[in-house]
């Protein structure tokens, strides 16, 4: 688990349900900027209650940077959420790291409406999938 998700699994234990939603807030509030244009059928991810957006990029060195957004400011923290588990790793690190696992200790089905995470399973397929298809380039 990398320092930044432990700090902020740290704080999440110690907070009341409606601080969580807010740490959640501004968990995606600190995402990258995703350009308008970059929000396509062809980056939505199926299967969420809300728009999520999820587009892979590839820095020099070959490790993977996603851009993600959604129209739901909770859901929008979520992902970010799940973006430290893997955000500027190397493929193979990507496939690697067991997300459902580091993603436990926050018990966000238990945390939050089945609305909000019904699409949680389909954002982390996306990224395998994506660092499986770069893993095999």
Known sequence: MTRILADIRDEYEFLE????????????????????????????????????????????DGRLHFLADSNAAITKGIIALILKTVQDAMPAAILDTDIENELAPFDLRNQLSSNRTQGIPNMIALIRE???RYADA
């Not at 968990?27 to 244009?37: H, S, T």
């Open 17 to 60: 349900a409606d601080d969580r939603y807010r740490l959640l807030i501004d968990l995606g509030r600190d995402l990258d900027a995703m350009p308008e244009a970059l929000k396509t059928d062809a980056t939505l991810v199926r299967g969420c209650s809300a728009a999520v957006w999820v587009y892979p990029t590839r820095t020099d």
């Open 130 to 132: 994506t660092a499986q």
